[in-house]
């Protein structure tokens, strides 16, 4: 078989009379009829081709997303495989190159699908025969099984974000419908987000995915299964590392609140694996894990919040002092937030010594005013909170500073000794000074 | 903060000199510990100083145990220690305790991040070597078990690189279970997994038995080919390659060729790709005669591939197939079999097959011959050279030497020519770029008559470009065209024209002129130089941009080299004096640095009698600071050559600001 080419059968599609103009009678088997009919592919590259037959499937497709919609008792069993054969040849395919080099979802205009006119339609019928109140699983599962599944979503890698929104909704009504099918799914949604993460960092639909799973999540029993903790530990942590994180961070942030909303316990890991994979040089990232970080905070329980302020903390102070203001500003606007102000303020013995330095520092130094008055308005409140660790904290800066110096001063000793140490060893070794 | 107190007493220690257990482990582990990141990452690069504070015993015992426990820590740091312990054999003691090294490459081979886990197998690879056969078994094979039978894919793919370095050397038992091992990992649930081993199988395969390659390799080969995924897929084409290596004629007719044929016809346009892009790799493993029954059909169908992607793979191994073609008949095959498909290419659709096509098919002619490059391959030529797109344009001309050796370029100037004009005025600069290079190789071939009729009045365009890297490449043109054509020549073309460019009211243009004289000097000689050059340069001193000024001064001290002592002194020295003066500083330290060049040239033209005055500094003039004052240079002018030290890295490199805007060079369309 040559690939994707265009291969029509000269099969005439013309002659069946409408759906709604015969005998109900006959529908049934006008209905398949059509539906085969339908399997037949256009090459929608060449627009002059074929006219007339595309315009015919085109009416035939409306036709049928009407009949399914209306017409009862039209879902008899010999009607599934048809369906999802018509479907199936329809919109698996191959998903073509991108046209542009190196496609940049975030620069580059997508690729929109030639074949819009029909796939639209295809998806629109397959989505109606999901939601009939006739159609039933038993039968269809049959049919609709994992191999499909998997064809599915390979689709949502499509540069064409209206097939994607229609994939979604297909694949969260199967998700819905096919109880035997919940776990391959997740399954391999996992495989397609590590090999996205670890892999290619290419994957058009990682967004639509997530968008999925955070209303999954919402549903899974408690206490929450070990395979679903793997998974937002081992696959949506690490999806926060990849540069295109802004495409889907708002859907990630969503999974991931929803998990901990669910689960309290979660929060350590998660805030630990948000610390791992900050930002480096970023700041756009930095600026949406501060984000993300604070909906988190919205939600911790202050027990939770006890075990890992001290890191989160330390997070926070380097990013107050980040030259780059608009990550300095987003981290003091946490200071902003009543509820996370609570939680400061219960731990600020804890808290202020590890935040002090930074502040102090960037209340002198910071280049940009809007910060310098912010800070100052954060060095307020503590000293509002804890008078007393403040002024003990500002007496012994010098100190404090000096001290770290000395200590970074013994450490290049120890590693200048730790060198000499390796020099002589080697020149014992090469039989320059003897042992 | 427990720390503090820690180096101290390791530094106490360390006055004892030269022992092997000096320092506490706390102390070391500590700074592996550090909190700041780049410190942890600093210690652990020194990991080897480490372990050799410690010595082998405490690095085996101490070190080693709290390296495998304390892995949690970010992915650098991480890679960083996988690269270090493959090197660590010596530092644990030799060979005979390689194996103490596995456990933390274990849990390293287990980690998510790719590259952490690449480093660690292949630090243990190298590792592997340098077991003994029995702590091979005893130690290496449990740990490629284990991490091939483990929970998360990451261990299992990891194993997938290990089995060939332990297969050769494992006894026959052990061999049939490494197999086993490995042909269910080709099996894997994981697509991952699969990937893994299905990039794996061709090494694989290499160390194996040849029996067992056919009864084994070749089925797993055929599943991992038909895999429901065409990321599995393609890679088997890579291992298609090592396979049908090993087998003979018969057998990869049998084993291989099924897949191989059904690869090329994929659904997928990525497989396809793959077996476009491998195709010179795949010809030659299977051999000619297979080659002509199968690959060459199967070449033809990619040639004319509905996707673009896979076309472009397969115009850029054109010329790789039709080299390797046997000699005999060879020149039929490609004439009949071949040609007319690259035919339909030359006019293809899309952009990067066409100019894929256009960067190899020059090649073909040398194949073909004198005759039928003229009358089959030319109006291809031709054809390519007047296409809408410059890359392709560009690749053919690039590539004229293949066709001057067979056919002589002259055949192709009619042609050439507007197609260089309008290369030679892109919007894009790096297309002009691009054609200012080969203008050398242009020259040479087109004759100095076609040159100074056609081609001349575009090389003294570009010098008035309005992009730096266009005028620089400019500059470097004319330089090369002398050496080819002569003083002579330049004398009579090229100086009156750069050196007019002197009053141009753009002080751009007027500091290009300074630029071709740097680059021209040399070439032109001395006589030129003094005659021509000099006085314009000189005369350029008094301008009123500093930017002019200060490479006026560069340039006297480029052409000081060339220019005889009488000018020097006569001439240069009271210019540059007066430039030392300068109001802007700059000026001054560029005056004060050609200065110093040009007294020490002075000197050292009369170097003879200053040795035997001053016999306590021989070869001083070597160094800058230490050598006496030459008597030409002025004293009061040291302090301002310190003062301006620090100004010189930045004004004169305004000019050259624009030369940071390089846009990404255009890649290749391989996405996979």
Same mark, same amino acid.
């Given at each position: 078989m040559?690939?994707?080419?265009?291969?029509l059968p000269?099969?005439s599609?013309?002659?069946s009379?409408?759906?709604?103009?015969?005998?109900?009678?006959?529908q049934?088997?006008?209905?398949?009829k059509k539906?085969?009919q339908?399997?037949?592919?256009f090459?929608?590259m060449?627009?002059?081709?074929?006219?007339?037959?595309?315009?015919y499937?085109?009416?035939?497709?409306?036709?049928?997303?009407?009949y399914?919609t209306?017409?009862?008792?039209?879902?008899?069993e010999?009607?599934?495989p048809?369906?999802?054969r018509m479907v199936s040849?329809?919109?698996?395919?191959t998903?073509?190159?991108s046209d542009?080099?190196e +496609?940049?979802?975030e620069?580059?205009?997508p690729t929109?699908?030639?074949?819009w006119p029909?796939l639209?339609?295809?998806?629109?019928f397959?989505?109606?025969f999901?939601?009939?109140?006739?159609?039933?699983?038993?039968?269809?599962?049959k049919y609709?099984?994992?191999k499909?599944?998997?064809?599915?979503?390979?689709?949502?890698?499509?540069?064409?974000?209206?097939?994607?929104?229609y994939?979604?909704?297909?694949?969260?009504?199967?998700?819905g419908?096919?109880?035997?099918?919940r776990?391959?799914i997740r399954?391999q949604?996992?495989?397609i987000?590590?090999?996205f993460?670890?892999e290619?960092?290419h994957?058009?639909?990682v967004?639509?995915?997530?968008?999925?799973?955070g209303?999954?999540i919402?549903?899974f029993?408690?206490?929450?299964?070990a395979?679903?903790?793997?998974?937002?530990?081992?696959?949506?942590?690490?999806?926060?590392t990849?540069r295109?994180?802004?495409? +889907?961070?708002?859907q990630?942030a969503?999974?991931?609140?929803q998990?901990?909303?669910k689960?309290p316990?979660?929060t350590?890991p998660v805030?630990?694996?948000?610390?791992?994979?900050?930002?480096k040089?970023c700041?756009?990232? /930095?600026?949406m894990?501060?984000?993300?970080?604070?909906?988190?905070?919205d939600?911790?329980?202050p027990?939770q919040?006890?075990?890992?302020?001290?890191?989160?903390?330390?997070?926070i102070?380097k990013?107050v002092?980040?030259?780059?203001?608009q990550?300095?500003?987003?981290?003091?606007y946490?200071?902003?937030?009543?509820?996370?102000?609570?939680l400061?303020?219960e731990?600020?013995?804890?808290?202020l010594?590890?935040? +002090?330095?930074?502040?102090?520092?960037i209340?002198?130094?910071h280049?940009n005013?809007?910060?310098?008055?912010?800070?100052?308005n954060?060095?307020?409140?503590?000293?509002?909170?804890?008078?007393?660790m403040?002024?003990?904290l500002?007496?012994?800066?010098?100190?404090d500073r000096?001290?770290e110096k000395k200590? /970074?001063?013994?450490?290049?000793?120890?590693?200048?000794?730790?060198?000499?140490?390796?020099l002589?060893r080697?020149?014992?070794?090469?039989g320059?000074?003897p042992? | 903060?427990?720390g503090?107190?820690?180096?101290?007493?390791?530094?106490?220690?360390?006055g004892?000199?030269g022992?092997?257990?000096l320092?506490?482990?706390?102390?070391?582990i500590d700074?592996?510990?550090?909190?700041?990141?780049?410190?942890?990452?600093?210690?652990?690069?020194? *990991?080897s100083?480490?372990?050799?504070?410690?010595?082998v015993?405490?690095t085996?015992?101490?070190?080693?145990?709290?390296?495998?426990?304390?892995i949690?820590?970010?992915d650098?740091v991480l890679?960083a220690?996988?690269?270090?312990?493959g090197? !660590?054999t010596g530092l644990v003691?030799? @060979?005979?305790?390689?194996?103490?090294?596995?456990p @933390?490459?274990?849990?390293?081979?287990?980690?998510?991040e790719?590259?952490?886990r690449?480093k660690?197998v292949?630090?243990?690879?190298?590792?592997?070597?340098?077991?003994?056969?029995?702590a091979?078994?005893a130690?290496?094979?449990?740990?490629?078990?284990?991490l091939?039978?483990?929970?998360?894919f990451?261990?299992?793919?990891?194993a997938?690189?290990? !089995?060939?370095v =332990?297969?050769?050397?494992?006894?026959i038992?052990v061999k049939?279970?490494?197999r086993?091992? !490995?042909?269910?990992l080709c099996?894997?649930?994981?697509?991952?997994?699969?990937r893994a081993?299905?990039s794996?199988?061709g090494?694989?395969?290499k160390v194996?038995e040849?029996?067992s390659?056919?009864s084994?390799i070749v089925p797993l080969?055929t599943?991992?080919?038909s895999?429901e995924?065409?990321?599995?897929?393609?890679?088997?084409?890579?291992a298609?390659?090592?396979?049908?290596?090993?087998?003979?004629?018969d057998?990869?007719?049998?084993?291989?060729m099924?897949?191989?044929r059904q690869?090329a016809?994929?659904k997928?346009w990525?497989?396809?790709?793959?077996?476009a892009?491998?195709?010179?790799e795949l010809?030659?493993?299977?051999?000619?005669?297979?080659?002509?029954?199968? *690959?060459?059909?199967? !070449?033809?169908? *990619?040639l004319?591939d509905?996707?673009?992607?896979?076309?472009a793979?397969?115009a850029?191994?054109v010329k790789?197939?039709?080299?390797?073609?046997?000699?005999?008949g060879?020149e039929?095959?490609?004439m009949n079999?071949?040609?007319?498909y690259?035919k339909?290419?030359?006019?293809d659709t899309n952009?990067?097959?066409?100019s894929?096509?256009?960067?190899?098919?020059?090649?073909?002619s040398?194949?073909l011959?004198?005759?039928?490059?003229?009358?089959h391959?030319?109006?291809?030529?031709?054809?390519?050279?007047?296409?809408? =797109?410059?890359e392709?344009? *560009?690749?053919?001309?690039?590539?004229?030497? =293949?066709?001057?050796?067979?056919?002589?370029?002259?055949q192709?100037?009619?042609?050439l020519l507007?197609?260089?004009?309008e290369?030679?005025?892109?919007?894009?600069?790096?297309?002009?770029l691009?054609?200012?290079?080969?203008?050398?190789l242009?020259?040479g071939?087109?004759?100095?008559?076609?040159?100074d009729?056609?081609l001349?009045?575009?090389?003294?365009?570009?010098?008035?470009?309005?992009?730096?890297?266009?005028?620089e490449?400019?500059t470097?043109?004319?330089m090369?065209?002398?050496?080819?054509?002569?003083?002579e020549?330049?004398q009579?073309?090229i100086?009156?024209?750069?050196l007019?460019m002197a009053?141009d009211?753009?002080?751009?243009?007027r500091m290009?002129?300074l630029? =071709?004289i740097?680059?021209?000097?040399?070439?032109c000689?001395?006589?030129?130089?003094?005659?021509q050059?000099?006085p314009?340069?000189l005369?350029m001193?008094g301008?009123q941009?500093?930017?002019v000024?200060?490479?006026?001064?560069?340039?006297?001290?480029k052409?000081?080299p060339?220019?005889?002592?009488d000018?020097?002194?006569?001439?240069v020295?009271?210019?540059?004096?007066k430039?030392?003066?300068?109001?802007?500083?700059?000026?001054?330290?560029?005056?004060?640095?050609?200065?110093?060049?040009?007294?020490?040239?002075?000197?050292?033209?009369d170097?003879?009698?200053?040795?035997?005055?001053?016999p306590?500094?021989?070869g001083?003039d070597?160094?800058?600071f230490l050598?006496?004052r030459?008597?030409?240079e002025?004293?009061?002018?040291g302090?301002a050559?310190?003062?301006?030290v620090?100004?010189?890295?930045?004004?004169?490199?305004?000019?050259?600001?624009?030369i940071v805007?390089?846009?990404p060079?255009?890649?290749?369309?391989s996405?996979?």
């Open positions: 040559s690939p994707g080419g265009l291969q000269p099969v599609l013309g002659g009379p409408r759906s709604t103009d015969v005998p109900s009678s006959e049934p088997e006008l209905f398949l539906l085969q339908c399997c037949v592919i090459d929608f060449d627009t002059l081709s074929d006219l007339k037959m595309k315009e499937k085109r009416s035939t497709l409306n036709e049928l997303v009407d399914i209306i017409s009862r008792g039209c879902l008899t010999q009607t599934y048809e369906v999802v040849c329809n919109i698996f395919r998903l073509p190159p542009s080099n +496609f940049d979802p620069e580059d205009e929109l699908e030639a074949s029909h639209q339609l295809v998806y629109e397959f989505i109606r999901l939601e009939s109140q006739e159609f039933q699983p038993s039968i269809a599962k609709i099984d994992q499909f599944v998997l064809q599915l979503l390979e689709l949502f890698d499509s540069e064409d974000p209206r097939e994607r929104d994939l979604k909704t297909v694949l969260h009504r199967i998700y419908k096919f109880l035997g099918l776990a391959f399954k949604i996992n495989n987000f590590l090999r993460v670890y290619t960092e994957f058009n639909g967004a639509e995915l997530l968008e999925i799973l209303s999954i919402n549903g029993a408690l206490p929450l299964k395979e679903h903790k793997q998974f937002l530990v081992k696959v949506l942590i690490p999806l926060h990849v295109s994180l802004s495409l +889907f961070h708002a990630l969503y999974c991931i609140v998990f901990l909303e689960d316990s979660l350590e805030i630990r694996g948000l610390m791992k994979f900050w930002p040089t700041s756009q990232k /930095e600026v894990f501060l984000g993300e970080l604070e909906e988190i905070l939600v911790i329980e027990s919040f006890v075990k890992i302020q001290e890191p989160l903390f330390k997070q102070a990013c002092s980040s030259p780059h203001f990550v300095a500003e987003r981290a003091l946490y200071w902003n937030n009543e509820y996370i102000m609570s400061i303020e731990n600020s013995n804890v808290i010594p590890i935040m +002090f330095s930074s502040l102090y520092r209340s002198k130094e280049w005013p809007a910060i310098v008055a912010l800070v100052y954060v060095l307020k409140a503590f000293m509002e909170m804890n008078s007393t403040f002024d003990e500002t007496a012994t800066y010098k100190s000096q001290r200590k /970074e001063k013994e450490r290049e000793e120890l590693w200048k000794k730790l060198e000499d140490l390796e002589k080697g020149l014992r070794r090469d320059i000074i042992t | 903060m427990a503090v107190a820690g180096p101290a007493t390791g530094s106490g220690a360390a004892g000199d022992d092997d257990s320092y506490p482990i706390a102390v070391l700074e592996l510990r550090n909190e700041d990141v780049q410190l942890r990452l600093n210690s652990i690069k020194k *990991l100083t480490i372990a050799l504070a410690l010595g015993e405490r085996r015992t101490e070190l080693l145990p709290f390296l495998t426990d304390t949690y820590d970010e650098e890679l220690l996988a690269e270090q312990l090197n !660590f003691g030799g @060979p005979d305790f390689a194996h103490c090294l596995l @933390p490459l274990e849990s390293l081979a287990t980690v998510e790719t590259v952490v690449d660690a292949e630090s243990l690879r190298q590792i592997s070597q340098e077991h003994t056969p029995v091979l078994e130690h290496f094979v449990p740990l490629v078990k284990r091939a039978s483990g929970d998360w990451t261990s299992r793919t990891s997938c690189g290990l !089995f060939s =332990c297969y050769p050397r494992a006894s038992a049939g279970e490494i086993q091992y !490995f042909r269910s099996s894997d649930d994981t697509p991952m997994v699969r081993a299905a794996k199988l090494e694989f395969a194996l040849l029996d390659v056919k084994e080969f599943n991992l080919a895999d995924q065409d990321s599995v897929r393609l890679l088997a084409v890579e298609c390659v090592s396979i049908a290596q090993l087998l003979s004629q057998d990869i007719e049998a084993l291989v099924p897949t191989l690869a016809e994929d997928s990525r497989v396809r790709y793959m077996v892009d491998k195709f010179s010809q030659k493993a299977v051999g000619p005669k297979i080659t002509l029954n199968d *690959l060459i059909p199967a !070449f033809q169908n *990619l004319k509905c996707e673009a992607e896979v076309r793979a397969a850029h191994k790789e197939l039709c080299e390797n073609l046997p000699m005999e060879r039929t095959m490609i079999q071949i040609l007319p690259i339909e290419l030359v006019s952009q990067h097959v066409k894929a096509l256009a960067s190899v098919i020059m090649g073909l040398t194949i011959g004198k005759e039928n490059t003229i009358e391959l030319l109006p291809l030529f031709l054809a390519q050279l007047k296409d809408e =797109c410059p392709v344009r *560009l690749n053919i001309i690039s590539n004229l030497d =293949c066709v001057n050796e067979v056919i002589g370029i002259r192709l100037s009619q042609s507007p197609a260089i004009v290369l030679a005025e892109d919007a894009k600069w790096r297309v002009r691009a054609i200012i290079e080969y203008m050398p242009l020259a071939q087109l004759g100095v008559e076609f040159f009729e056609k001349n009045s575009l090389c003294m365009a570009w010098l008035v470009d309005h992009v730096y890297a266009i005028r490449a400019a470097n043109n004319l090369k065209l002398v050496q080819k054509f002569g003083t020549w330049a009579n073309t100086v009156p024209k750069v007019v009053n009211p753009n002080y751009l243009h290009t002129t630029f =071709c740097n680059a021209l000097s040399e070439a000689g001395q006589e030129i130089t003094t005659k050059m000099l314009i340069v005369k001193a301008d941009v500093a930017n000024r200060f490479n006026v001064a560069k340039s006297l001290q052409i000081g060339i220019l005889d002592t000018a020097l002194q006569e001439e020295k009271p210019v540059l004096q430039l030392g003066q300068d109001e802007d500083m700059d000026v001054k330290y560029f005056a004060q640095e050609a200065i110093s060049a040009v007294a020490q040239r002075l000197r050292k033209l170097f003879p009698v200053k040795d035997s005055e001053e306590s500094a021989p001083a070597k160094n800058h050598r006496p030459g008597p030409g002025d004293t009061g002018k302090p050559y310190q003062l301006h620090n100004t010189r890295d930045t004004l004169p490199q305004l000019d050259t600001a624009e805007l390089f846009l060079k255009h890649r290749l369309i996405r996979i």
